[in-house]
């Protein structure tokens, strides 16, 4: 069973930076497709960014040029990397992962971390 455990959210200002883990566990994880989602209050879930086998990455048009996802297959661990955050940001963040590499399909991105939260104050 694929386990994964989210961390380095917390409040900071806008324009602050924060760094996303996603520890793994229960899975290889290089042949994991991994992403972050997101949701806020009173909104639906969506997807922040995408990472598939071959290194290829997927953002968001809302994070494009501030966020970067990236993995180290050495530490079973995705990061997420955001820069230049704005109060739109603040949601909570999840890890999810795709175990049989499928793409940028959401739906097969079944297994899910508990989120970490992200505040982006003004």
């Known amino acids: 069973q694929v386990q994964l455990v989210e961390s380095g959210g917390g409040s900071v200002q806008a324009g602050g930076s924060l760094r996303l883990s996603c520890a793994a566990s229960g899975v290889i994880f290089s042949g994991l497709c991994m992403a972050w989602f997101r949701q806020a209050p009173g909104k639906e879930r969506e997807a922040v960014a995408f990472?598939?086998?071959?290194?290829?990455?997927s953002y968001a048009d809302s994070v494009k040029g501030r966020f970067t996802i990236s993995k180290d297959n050495a530490k079973t661990t995705l990061y997420l990397q955001m820069n230049s955050l704005k109060p739109e940001d603040t949601a909570m963040y999840y890890c999810?992962?795709?175990?049989?590499?499928?793409?940028?399909?959401?739906?097969?991105?079944?297994?899910w971390g508990h989120g970490t939260q992200v505040t982006v104050s003004s």
């Open positions: 990472i598939i086998r071959a290194g290829s990455t």
């Open positions: 999810a992962a795709d175990p049989w590499c499928s793409g940028m399909d959401i739906r097969k991105y079944n297994y």
